[in-house]
């Protein structure tokens, strides 16, 4: 979240490398004991870091879940093993594994992660590592306060009045950035959908009010010779839910060729999820029996001694 990315190959004990064979890339992360616990992440298997690892510069080290899945098919099964970031530098044991993280945005996919102690020895030729440029997480009930931000300002100039304060966001800032562009775009597909359903819902109301207009000595003779309310409605309803069931079926395979062009705006869910398409076409179908129903009920009305005379 500081905005300092910092990736390089990993290399486990278990595995043999051939000459010249550099893994991929994986996403590093320095941090302290708490981290985890302040912003939510949970210790799969294993432990967190403490402050004797920490202040020890002990060769130990995280991993994410996926990472941990990816080298060694199980979780507990990355506890012991060895990891480091070079082939001149010490190995480092896995004392824990810790949940996926989505560094890139909400709808990115969590990227695999190592993470190790913000103090260390010997990390890749250095014989001290420290980040000298930490960002710090903070939670309590106040947080995105004037107030709060005041006191922490307060706090951090106790100890140095030079230091300055960069970039202080809340999580749920942070959360709503990754996703504006993304949100602004489905807001947009939205209102164009809103739109159309009601132009749809508009169009099958008229069809339906002009057949019934249409049909009205139809509707007389048939109540004459004995056909209920409910028939009348049914047949019409019926009418407007072919309609629907017609508009329906070319709608899901216009959407089902849409969506693989607009996959890059889904996250968790696939571009053909069916439990969206059948809830999506169940409310199409409801649009649709609501706006027959008023000119079938209209026309279950219809009286007909007067629909005869008028003919």
Known sequence: MDGQGWTDPIFAADRTYSEGQIPPLRRFKFITPGLLKT?????????????????GKRPVALVSENLARELWQDPSAALGKRVRETLKSPWREVIGVVTDE??????????????????????????????RTPAFMIRGSRTGTRGFIADVSRAVWSVNPNLPLASVRTL???????????????????????????????????????????????????????????????????????????????????????????????FGVSALDPLTYGGVSLGLVAAAVLATYVPALRAATVNPVEALRAE
């Open 39 to 55: 912003m939510g992440n949970a210790i799969v298997a294993g432990r967190d870091f403490t402050w004797d690892d920490l202040y």
């Open 172 to 266: 749920r800032e942070i959360y709503d950035k990754s996703l504006a562009r993304t949100s602004f775009t489905l807001v947009m597909l939205s209102i164009a959908g809103m739109m159309a359903l009601l132009l749809g819902v508009a169009g099958i109301y008229g069809v339906i009010s002009y057949a019934v207009s249409q049909r009205v000595r139809e509707i007389g003779i048939r109540v004459a010779l004995g056909a209920r309310r409910q028939d009348v409605t049914r047949l019409f309803v019926g009418q407007g839910l072919r309609l629907a069931i017609v508009g329906i079926a070319l709608g899901l395979a216009a959407a089902a060729a849409a969506m693989r062009l607009m996959a890059s705006l889904l």
């Open 102 to 131: 989505r560094d890139d945005g909400v709808d990115k996919k969590a990227p695999a992660f190592v993470c190790w102690p913000m103090l260390m020895e010997d990390f890749e030729g250095d014989r001290v590592m420290v980040q």
